[in-house]
Nanobody
Framework: QVRLVESGGGLVQPGGSLRLSCVAS????????MGWHRQAPGKERELLAA???????KYVDSVKGRFTISRDNAKNTVYLQMNSLKPEDTAVYYC????????WGQGTQVTVSS
């Protein structure tokens, strides 16, 4: 069973930046396409960004150009650099394989507010 631990969230003003990290246990991380997902209050959880084991990335339109997903396979870690944050980015952020088939971690809260 893969265990996921997210960190790096917090309160930030609009236009600010945050870098999220997610450490995954298990030895299949390096070959697994990973994603960052988020769930805002009252909304469904959505996949924002994905990265293959080889480093190919894909983003939803709402974060394209502002968020960057990356990974360090040696550290079993996936990152999400978030720039130009907006109030509508407020949500709990989770990492998981792109289909969300692993057990979810606790997530990390991101609040964008002045």
């Amino acid at each position: 069973q893969v265990r996921l631990v997210e960190s790096g969230g917090g309160l930030v003003q609009p236009g600010g930046s945050l870098r999220l990290s997610c450490v995954a246990s298990g030895n299949i991380f390096s070959i697994t396409a990973m994603g960052w997902h988020r769930q805002a209050p009252g909304k469904e959880r959505e996949l924002l960004a994905a990265i293959t084991g080889a480093g190919t990335t894909k983003y939803v339109d709402s974060v394209k150009g502002r968020f960057t997903i990356s990974r360090d396979n040696a550290k079993n870690t996936v990152y999400l650099q978030m720039n130009s944050l907006k109030p509508e980015d407020t949500a709990v952020y989770y990492c998981n394989e792109v289909k969300g088939s692993w057990a979810w971690g606790q997530g990390t809260q991101v609040t964008v507010s002045s």
